[in-house]
């Protein structure tokens, strides 16, 4: 088979005509692989892919002023629909808090949760071995169906579905800085962005990390009226946090405790509940409350104090000393970097009416409002700056890998040219790992995501696609040296008994590799290894000796004509 091999190599290579195609072809396919990244989309690059978890959260968030029972209304939806899941194994509600601290939560701020308004659901489901649906896939079926049931129970009611992080943790996957001077204009341009982000394909769970600014009232005691009537302002003071916050009023002895234990009075639920969010219902609700004064008549709360209606005071964020907000979304097992750019797209469209608009870095913004000349950075972060500082790391790694094995060949041959043979050889790998994503994912239920691990198997590839190339070169050497074997019987000698080894060495990788392919955060790994080393075999064996042949062998090896000998000879 390898005599045979042999014949077609020779014959090809001293053909003009299969020398053209085979060049022409590996350019085509170069071409096209690249294309299947941008613009056509048919292989789409993320930082990392879903996780397959066992248990993941859902973060609810009612309006500023919601009251715990109707969050509990609402969790109380969600837990409905999240147990008739046959995967679910149990649950656990966090009313008013956020649930005890995982990865994701430390950097999402759960620990800070502590108001009515909120809740979070841990939801542990069975192990991955022992189901067939992904979490991730879980998550994507059941986020619209929860959302859409729970969600319009009160107005402006966010629902959103945190998953462990595959990779580092981020905020979100999308994360859009607005740095400003004025809290007004750093507000206004985060809820334009929010409305961008709701209208662009693949964002979900959109949110801004700002306070909502609401009605609230002012209770101004009136100092004169509380002397004149008899009473103080410590018994105003306790009658209001008796009536709805609670208070200690008394301490029960136990048998069993060395401690007293606290005995806390408050209304009821009910009689704490007001009609309606006015400035009338507050007094109605406090006018029912009374005090006792020093001659013992019963004087009304509304006597003594002064209600102001006013508004909240919500909180100012900053970062490095730069006063700023956060715009957050996920995406919907879809990768962050293209809604992304449609929604930067979006962006600059809209915001040129009334704002300057200059590009600072690869995609971030900065605006200047035209009428009051005021500036504000828009800057990405998120899974969506990791994911830029990843590939442009892993870039670097890559190019530095390639100079590096072009100057060890330089240095060791002595000519640009065979070390030039050498680096393309190993760089045709990429057609391989590329076509490998594509058609791996046309067998997976999900999108088969172009990763990080897969640019480290291409870096790792570009190793063994060298060796390859160098043993080629150095048989051939030998076989015009010590042989005395022409260029074109040395090229074909020499890639048909080095074919054996190569293959061995492919499928050895290719066998290992098939144990990381369907791993969901090494799958990237296994694929890139397994059909890049295919093209690295094809590289090495069709393209590599057409690439020698045209290339000046005599000259490189000092090559001088002489009585040839026969190869079964020892050097």
């Known amino acids: 088979m390898f005599k045979k091999f042999e014949e077609l190599v020779y014959k090809g290579i001293q053909s003009s005509a299969q020398r053209k195609l085979v060049l022409i072809g590996t350019l085509v396919a170069f071409i096209l692989s690249i294309l299947m990244i941008a613009p056509t989309k048919m292989v789409l690059a993320k930082m990392l892919p879903g996780k397959n978890n066992d248990t993941f959260n859902i973060y609810v968030t009612l309006a500023t002023g919601s009251s715990i029972e109707q969050t509990q209304k609402v969790t109380e939806c969600v837990s409905s629909y999240v147990v008739q899941e046959k995967e679910v194994v149990d649950t656990e509600v966090f009313l008013g808090m956020g649930s005890p601290l995982d990865f994701a939560g430390l950097i999402k701020g759960s620990h800070f949760k502590n108001s009515e308004n909120v809740a979070e659901i841990v939801v542990n489901i069975t192990k991955k071995h022992h189901r067939e649906e992904p979490s991730y896939l879980m998550v994507q079926r059941m986020r619209p169906v929860i959302q859409?049931?729970?969600?319009?129970?009160?107005?402006?009611?966010?629902?959103a579905f945190v998953e462990p992080p595959a990779g580092p943790p981020t905020l979100a996957a999308v994360v859009m800085e607005v740095y400003g001077s004025t809290a007004e204009g750093i507000r206004d341009i985060a809820y334009k962005i929010e409305d961008i982000f709701k209208r662009t394909d693949g964002l979900v769970d959109i949110d801004v990390m700002e306070d909502e600014i609401y009605d609230t009232f002012e209770v101004i005691v009136n100092s004169t009226k509380v002397a004149k009537s008899g009473v103080n302002v410590k018994q105003l003071n306790n009658i209001l946090y008796l009536a709805f916050e609670g208070m200690q009023i008394a301490v029960k002895n136990s048998d069993k405790y060395n401690d007293q234990i606290p005995i806390y009075l408050s209304l009821s639920q009910e009689s704490k509940r007001f009609t309606k969010k006015d400035l009338d219902s507050v007094k109605v609700k406090l006018a029912a409350l009374k005090l006792m004064n020093q001659r013992g008549m019963m004087v009304p709360v509304t006597e003594l104090v002064k209600i102001v209606p006013n508004k909240s005071n919500p909180?100012?964020?900053?970062?490095?000393?730069?006063?700023?907000?956060?715009?957050?979304a996920e995406t919907d097992m879809v990768s962050q970097v293209y809604p992304l750019i449609d929604a930067r797209d979006k962006i600059i469209e809209e915001f040129s009416k009334d704002y300057n608009i200059e590009k600072t870095g690869l995609f971030n913004l900065r605006i200047i409002n035209k009428q009051t000349g005021d500036t504000y950075d828009l800057i990405w972060d998120g899974e969506m700056k990791v994911t830029i500082d990843t590939f442009i790391d892993l870039g670097g790694a890559f190019i530095a890998a390639l100079i590096l094995i072009f100057l060890l060949m330089v240095i060791y041959?002595?000519?640009?040219?065979?070390?030039?043979i050498i680096l393309l050889g190993s760089f045709l790998s990429i057609i391989g790992v590329i076509v490998g994503h594509y058609i791996w994912d046309l067998f997976t239920p999900d999108t088969f995501f172009l990763t990080a691990t897969s640019l480290i198997g291409f870096i790792a590839l570009i190793g063994i696609s060298?060796?390859?190339?160098?043993?080629?070169?150095?048989?051939?050497?030998?076989?015009?040296?010590?042989k005395g074997m022409h260029k074109a019987e040395a090229i074909a000698y020499a890639t048909a008994t080095r074919a054996k080894p190569i293959f061995l060495t492919a499928v050895a990788i290719m066998l290992a590799s098939t144990l990381l392919a369907n791993d969901a955060v090494f799958g990237g790994l296994g694929v890139a290894l397994i059909f890049g080393t295919v093209a690295a075999v094809v590289a090495s064996l069709i393209v590599v000796p057409v690439l020698l042949y045209m290339s000046n062998l005599e000259s490189h090896f000092h090559f001088h004509e002489k009585k040839a000998v026969s190869v079964n000879e020892p050097l």
């Not at 909180?315 to 957050?328: E, P, R, Y």
């Not at 041959?413 to 030039?420: A, N, P, V």
């Open 315 to 328: 909180m100012i964020m900053s970062k490095d000393l730069h006063q700023m907000t956060n715009v957050l």
């Open 148 to 159: 859409d049931a729970c969600g319009k129970l009160y107005p402006d009611t966010e629902i």
């Open 413 to 420: 041959y002595k000519s640009y040219t065979l070390s030039g």
């Open 466 to 482: 060298s060796r390859n190339s160098l043993l080629l070169i150095d048989f051939t050497k030998s076989l015009m040296h010590e």
